[in-house]
C-alpha cells in the first residue's frame, strides 16, 4: 500500500474520473507555499 501525506491548500474542486479499463482517477489542484521564486515575484 502506498502513502503520499501532500500540505497546502486545494484551489479548485477535485474531479473524479473512471477511465475506459473502470480504473479511478483523482485529479486535485493544490497550492503550496514555495520557498523558491525569483526577486520581486510574490511567493504563492
Same mark, same amino acid.
Given at each position: 500500500? /502506498? =502513502?503520499?501525506?501532500?500540505t #497546502?491548500? $486545494? @484551489?479548485?474542486?477535485i !474531479?473524479? =474520473?473512471t +477511465? #475506459?479499463?473502470d /480504473?479511478?482517477? +483523482? +485529479? $486535485? =489542484?493544490?497550492?503550496?507555499q @514555495?520557498?523558491?521564486?525569483k526577486? #520581486? !515575484?510574490?511567493? +504563492?
Open positions: 500500500m /502506498n =502513502h503520499v501525506a501532500l #497546502g491548500k $486545494i @484551489s479548485q474542486d !474531479e473524479l =474520473h +477511465t #475506459g479499463n /480504473n479511478s482517477v +483523482t +485529479t $486535485i =489542484h493544490l497550492a503550496v @514555495s520557498d523558491y521564486y526577486a #520581486g !515575484e510574490e511567493p +504563492t
